[in-house]
T-cell receptor
Framework: DAGVTQSPTHLIKTRGQQVTLRCSPISGHKSVSWYQQVLGQGPQFIFQYYEKEERGRGNFPDRFSARQFPNYSSELNVNALLLGDSALYLC????????????FGPGTRLLVL | AQSVTQLDSQVPVFEEAPVELRCNYSSSVSVYLFWYVQYPNQGLQLLLKYLSGSTLVKGINGFEAEFNKSQTSFHLRKPSVHISDTAEYFCAVSVAGAGSYQLTFGKGTKLSVIP
């Protein structure tokens, strides 16, 4: 079975631009979570979605938004990019959320210049 | 809110020697505990997790961890490391029974295995 897939793998943007990152969960998984990993730090929770509903939101500004589609894939949008948004963005999927194991994708590396 | 402290940012160890990576957590409620490994330029892979039951948890690649509630610790151990274990290791917690299954991660420990 295919694991969690994310696209694109790398992205370069300039300050003020907008970006959309995409995630496809493992087949059968209905929950998707997004994390931001800044260089040298552990991942930080951004959002969790389950059955297309937002289940949790981390301490990120409103410039960050996400959604989950009927096929359970997900998009993360970041508006008005700042230099500090440069990071590895990780998507994780699980069967239902809760204590189900989260499986991580390889991430999208975003560089904001 | 919960937090995770990984006490060592870098741990060098010789091949075939034992290793312990330390993790302490802080939470006012019951938690689930996890160790993930991240190889260079890759995502995170689950090594092991503690939800309930036996405090000694065995994971993949010969790793194990022990949950110590009184010391709020969840240290990761391996009796004999290999070159291929060189990676960054993250300890994480989540609140037990919560609706949102968000993971709170530590800052990571870089394990370097020396031939």
């Amino acid at each position: 079975d295919a694991g969690v897939t994310q696209s694109p793998t790398h992205l370069i943007k300039t300050r003020g631009q907008q970006v959309t990152l995409r995630c496809s969960p493992i087949s059968g998984h209905k929950s998707v979570s997004w994390y931001q990993q800044v260089l040298g730090q552990g991942p930080q929770f951004i959002f969790q979605y389950y059955e297309k509903e937002e289940r949790g939101r981390g301490n990120f500004p409103d410039r960050f938004s996400a959604r989950q589609f009927p096929n359970y894939s997900s998009e993360l949008n970041v508006n008005a990019l700042l230099l500090g948004d440069s990071a590895l963005y990780l998507c994780a999927s699980s069967l239902r959320g809760g204590e189900d194991t989260q499986y991580f994708g390889p991430g999208t590396r975003l560089l904001v210049l | 809110a919960q937090s995770v402290t990984q006490l060592d940012s870098q741990v060098p160890v010789f091949e075939e020697a034992p290793v312990e990576l330390r993790c302490n957590y802080s939470s006012s409620v019951s938690v689930y505990l996890f160790w993930y490994v991240q190889y260079p330029n890759q995502g995170l892979q689950l090594l092991l997790k503690y939800l309930s039951g036996s405090t000694l948890v065995k994971g993949i690649n010969g790793f194990e961890a022990e949950f110590n509630k009184s010391q709020t610790s969840f240290h990761l151990r391996k009796p004999s490391v290999h070159i291929s274990d060189t990676a960054e290791y993250f300890c994480a917690v989540s609140v037990a029974g919560a609706g949102s299954y968000q993971l709170t991660f530590g800052k990571g420990t870089k394990l370097s295995v020396i031939p």
